[in-house]
């Protein structure tokens, strides 16, 4: 496009003196990943195309449905049954198409998301559920990527900027407001306990305005802060927060993660050696030896309580611990426990068992 | 000593409303305590504690018309 239509194009956000065609450099330089083309991410692509970001990545593998368009303003009733990052693009395309978009059709998980995230400068959450938020929260840390993360309920959003640098230093993150996710059926998502339909369009603008301000280098991005915005009311709450126990992720860690566990099936307790060499790392576990006592070999390469399977269930009630994680020679008596551990906790607790037992795990070191 | 509480998000439907007034309590912890007997859902449901728009991790005192906002996560998007 000519130098002229470029400058009518941004001319009303360039003769801002705050932002001018230092701005507009800036950020026809960026690289943008949103993840999530729903409620909040068709205003964030929206704006994020208009204001002239360079590059936009969208990740969805999700298809446009009616019950979509109350709130997902980039699609209309021709695009019901397609995928949601190719449709948004060709909408996207006529807005500007001087920016580069690139549509990943495809469920951000674990395995993929550093391939993917590596080659932006800022993410952006608008996912809708909790195992995709902690995944992207851990792999912006891996990545040292700074997350404009936003999430809507009912009446209510937040917004906030996790893993910004600042002075050397990064801000807090998702863990540091919610250590652990929620298990399966705790909280009610959109699809349950309803939204809105306005409300992701003003907490998907206010993450589109943190972006712009993150290129740009103008105010103060919503680092350690958390806003919270009630659509009834109007009122605009904002809570400081500080990094305590967000730590530095390693990559294969992070790979060995699991996700969903505590979003998809409670049942299914069964954990690889490398899952429960990942958990180790983790704080607030708790791991039973279900073995009888004088059973062979002793273990003491990490903490745990020894409570063998014939006391069970009288001394489980009392267990501290957000995850329970059991072991014994092989994996079934384990299992057992496992199983009585949930008949006790229910979704309160994660639990798991060690599959294969002690001995394969010893095996494996 | 009375500690204004606001709640965020589908915890009030366990409250039954956006605001409370709790008295008689000097920490977070015996706030807690005493939400927990007055609400059991409480127990088993994960959200932050924020005292006077500062999120807290650990135990912390409570003065007078102190301002505790309660929020659980949501993922809505």
């Known amino acids: 496009m000519e130098q002229h239509q470029a400058y009518e194009r941004y001319q009303r956000q360039i003769i801002l003196k705050e932002f001018g065609y230092e701005g507009q450099y800036k950020l026809s330089r960026s690289k943008v990943l949103v993840v999530g083309a729903g409620g909040l991410g068709c205003p964030v692509l929206q704006y994020l195309a208009a204001a002239g970001v360079g590059t936009i990545?969208?990740?969805?593998?999700?298809?446009?449905?009616?019950?979509?368009?109350?709130?997902?303003?980039?699609?209309?009733?021709?695009?019901?049954?397609?995928?949601?990052s190719l449709t948004a693009i060709n909408t996207l395309q006529q807005l500007n198409p001087q920016v580069q978009f690139i549509p990943y059709n495809t469920r951000l998980?674990?395995?993929?998301?550093?391939g993917i995230l590596k080659s932006y400068d800022i993410v952006v959450d608008g996912t809708d559920n909790f195992s995709s938020r902690y995944m992207i929260n851990d792999a912006c840390i891996v990545l040292n990527k700074v997350l404009v993360y936003g999430a809507v309920s009912r009446f209510e959003g937040q917004v906030s900027v996790f893993n910004h640098e600042e002075n050397g230093k990064r801000s807090a993150g998702y863990r540091d407001l919610f250590p652990d996710a929620p298990n399966e059926g705790e909280i009610m998502n959109c699809a349950e306990g309803g939204v809105l339909g306005v409300l992701p369009g003003i907490v998907g603008s206010m993450q589109a305005n943190e972006v712009i301000k993150l290129v740009t280098g103008i105010g103060q991005p919503l680092a350690n802060r958390l806003l919270?915005?009630?659509?009834?009311?109007?009122?605009?709450?904002?809570?400081?927060?500080?990094?305590?126990?967000?730590?530095?992720?390693?990559?294969?860690?992070?790979?060995?993660r699991m996700y969903d566990a505590g979003c998809t099936s409670v049942q299914n307790f069964e954990i690889t050696n490398d899952e429960f060499n990942a958990l180790l790392e983790e704080e607030n576990i708790t791991i039973?030896?279900?073995?009888?006592?004088?059973?062979?070999?002793?273990?003491?390469?990490?903490?745990?309580?020894?409570?063998?399977?014939?006391q069970w269930p009288q001394k489980i009630s009392s267990l501290?611990?957000?995850?329970?994680?059991?072991?014994?020679?092989?994996?079934?008596?384990?299992?057992?426990?496992?199983?009585?551990?949930?008949?006790?906790?229910?979704?309160?607790?994660?639990?798991?068992?060690?599959?294969?037992?002690?001995?394969?795990?010893?095996?494996?070191? | 000593m009375k500690v204004n509480i606001i709640i965020f998000g589908q915890m009030v439907d366990v409250t039954g409303s956006s605001t409370l007034l709790i008295e008689n309590v000097s920490t977070t912890d015996e706030l807690v305590e005493k939400l927990h007997l007055q609400f059991p859902a409480m127990a088993t449901a994960k959200y932050a504690i924020a005292v006077d728009k500062k999120m807290i991790r650990e135990n912390t005192s409570i003065t007078n018309n102190s301002m505790v906002a309660l929020l659980p996560p949501f993922s809505g998007g």
């Open chain 1, 320 to 365: 501290e611990g957000h995850t329970i994680i059991t072991f014994c020679q092989t994996g079934q008596r384990s299992l057992k426990a496992a199983s009585l551990l949930f008949d006790t906790f229910g979704t309160a607790k994660k639990v798991h068992s060690l599959k294969g037992g002690i001995t394969r795990w010893l095996n494996h070191q």
């Open chain 1, 109 to 114: 998980n674990n395995q993929n998301a550093l």
């Open chain 1, 57 to 84: 990545g969208i990740v969805d593998d999700d298809l446009v449905s009616l019950s979509n368009l109350h709130r997902q303003v980039l699609y209309n009733m021709d695009d019901i049954g397609k995928p949601k």
């Open chain 1, 228 to 256: 919270i915005y009630n659509a009834l009311t109007n009122q605009v709450y904002e809570l400081g927060f500080s990094s305590t126990t967000q730590k530095v992720l390693s990559e294969e860690a992070f790979l060995n």
């Open chain 1, 288 to 310: 039973i030896d279900v073995r009888e006592k004088g059973e062979v070999p002793l273990i003491n390469g990490f903490d745990h309580l020894q409570i063998p399977l014939s």
